[in-house]
């Protein structure tokens, strides 16, 4: 059984034309299955790399490079909680931010809960430096966070 849907293979053939060659989509096309099943397993690989006309080998090298990929033993959650820990943050709370919420969530960055509705990460910079700390949540910033502001955001 395939791991990509037709769907989602078009969404990959899609982004082609948009790079100098198909490796170059490596990392989109990582994106995509990621959004879509929350990790990439071991047959997704495989079929981005004959998309993309690479070996396996090259496709799980881009995707194990960044810390952003989940693989099927450890699949994202539905919300992806990043906290900052650049300086900034950490000198305001940063540090305490991230332990409040492996305490309250019974986790440890790296994590996902076990009902997976969250997954617990931490950040080196977020670039938000004014608005420490900071966290991602998804795709969203939300400067000047306390546990039970992220907590409040990740259960809407």
């Not at 096309?29 to 990790?39: E, F, G, I, T």
């Not at 019974?106 to 950040?123: I, K, W």
């Not at 966290?135 to 990740?154: G, M």
Request: glycine share 6%.
């Amino acid at each position: 059984m395939p791991a990509l849907s037709p769907e989602l293979k078009k969404k990959i053939e899609e982004v082609l034309p948009k790079y100098p060659n198909k490796q170059a989509a490596t990392l989109p096309a990582l994106h995509l299955v990621h959004d879509a099943h929350r990790s990439v397993s071991p047959e997704a690989i495989r079929e981005i790399a004959q998309i993309l006309e690479l070996r396996p080998a090259e496709v799980y090298d881009t995707m194990t490079f960044y810390g952003f990929f989940r693989e099927p033993d450890n699949p994202m959650g539905k919300d992806r909680v990043w906290v900052c820990r650049s300086i900034s943050c950490a000198l305001r709370g940063g540090e305490e931010l991230l332990a409040g919420l492996c305490d309250k969530w019974s986790m440890h960055p790296g994590e996902t809960s076990p009902d997976g509705r969250v997954s617990l990460e931490y950040a080196e910079c977020l670039g938000v430096c004014e608005g420490a700390p900071c966290v991602l949540v998804n795709d969203e910033c939300y400067p000047n966070q306390t546990v039970d502001s992220v907590a409040k955001l990740v259960s809407k």
